[in-house]
């Protein structure tokens, strides 16, 4: 029996609940602000980076005169309808942006989901590493760098003098390069976030020390490929989105792209990830698999390169230099010993012989060279993503 001055229950608990959300909220805004003192810019761009924003400094990527892509008639294909249609609500239902998929010298299908169509520019995450891996091709044809068996220490002055110095382009294009890299932290001063939206990008970088002897272990991060940004800028004397502007980008008929750099006063672009280009654009990268380094005629990447990029290295069979293959089945890849981040393959590649670009969660470019085919999935973050799928469907559609 309640007494005069008693509160109902119902009452009571309302006013837990309401003090326990008030002290939630105290404890995030202290948070926030702790995090803000630590590092300002990082927190700006974290939440650049959930609003759909920037996450650091645009520069462009200028493309050139638009390739011109066949495209098969409707109904004309060598690819039956029924795996297209498949194909495309599949790709709908994981939320994808584009599917392209090109065989025998004609674009067989080209498609664009809602909010998505042939000009837009999206991010596709760590595909940009598979370019990189092409840029390096070219620098050591153009003589910027001698070999890839040349020594970090040429390039970087840094590590002249240290046992990090003796860390060769080889290692660093097949990760295996020993660095040590920082596990997944989203403190806003730690290392990790440091790399993915800090502003000097260098300082971090070049500040990762050895953990392992270089050449005996692949480990998947973002340390390796950036450095080997950073000695393509030096050894070029040319900052990478104009280096990749004028000797690849723009002879490949890409359209234009925008690279992510760390500040507008250091302007160190990020190129283990962060380059927003279109779907066609990817399938020009693509296709200089296909075609052996060759545009329209032209041998714009040396065609041993675009071999050696496939082949497996030593310490990976499905890794070649920055670029995954499908030389072994894996059912469960994982990327590196700190990561508990796995790619699903459900079963086997339908052809030995596959190529592809991997962008976390699910943005690929598949190259299959004995079928003449090359596939590109851009979307929205899958993590349940399946490798197997969508490159199997059509392999066995021509096969």
């Given amino acids: 029996m309640m007494r005069p001055g008693d509160r109902p229950p119902g009452d009571i608990t309302l006013r837990i609940v309401t003090r326990l959300l008030a002290g939630f909220v105290v404890l ?23 609003t759909g924003g920037s996450t650091g400094v645009a520069a462009p990527v200028t493309g050139g005169p ?5 495209v098969a008639r409707p109904g004309k294909g060598s690819i039956d309808a029924k795996v297209v249609e498949e194909s495309i609500a599949w790709a709908t239902e994981n939320g994808s942006h584009a599917l392209l998929v090109w065989h025998n010298g004609a674009l067989e299908v080209e498609h664009y989901f809602p909010g998505y169509d042939r000009n837009t520019r999206t991010p596709t995450q760590s595909m940009q590493k598979s370019l990189l ?9 153009d003589g910027f760098i001698a070999s890839v068996d040349d020594p970090a220490g040429r390039y970087l002055a840094e590590w002249r003098d240290d046992e990090r110095g003796a860390i060769t382009i080889r290692q660093l294009l097949q990760q295996a390069n020993g660095l040590d890299f920082p596990t997944l932290d989203f403190a806003t001063g730690g290392e ?3 790399i993915m939206l800090g502003d000097n990008l260098e300082a971090v970088i070049l500040g990762q020390p050895l953990a ?18 950073i000695i393509l800028e030096r050894a070029t004397g040319k900052r990478y989105a104009e280096y990749l502007s004028e000797s690849l980008w723009s002879r490949i008929g890409a359209d234009d792209a925008v690279v992510t750099l760390d500040s507008s006063a250091r302007r160190t672009a990020r ?6 280009a279109t779907a066609r654009s990817w399938l020009q990268v693509g296709l200089l698999h296909l075609n052996a380094g060759v545009y329209n005629g ?32 894996v059912a469960e890849r994982s990327y590196n010993s700190k990561a508990g981040t796995v790619a699903r393959h459900s079963e086997p590649f339908a052809a030995r012989d596959v190529i592809y670009f991997d962008g976390f969660g699910g943005q690929r470019v598949y190259i299959v060279p004995s079928k003449s085919l090359v596939i590109v999935r851009t979307g929205d973050i899958d993590t349940g993503w399946d490798d197997a799928w969508l490159p199997n469907r059509y392999i066995r559609a021509i096969s």
Avoid: K
């Fill in 66 to 70: 638009p390739a011109e892509v066949p």
């Fill in 192 to 194: 990790f976030m440091q």
């Fill in 212 to 229: 392992t002897t270089p050449g005996t272990r692949f480990e998947y991060t973002n340390v390796g490929p950036q450095v080997l940004g």
């Fill in 28 to 50: 995030l805004l202290l948070g926030i602000a702790a995090a803000w003192v630590a590092d300002p810019v990082v927190v700006s761009r974290m939440g650049a980076a959930l």
């Fill in 271 to 276: 190129v283990f990830c962060c380059l927003d």
């Fill in 298 to 329: 032209e041998q714009v990447v040396p065609a041993n390169w675009m071999r050696d990029i496939a082949a497996p290295s030593s310490t990976n069979p499905n890794y070649g230099y920055l670029t995954w293959l499908g030389t072994q089945h």
């Fill in 133 to 141: 891996a092409i840029l390096v091709g070219i620098a050591v044809r």
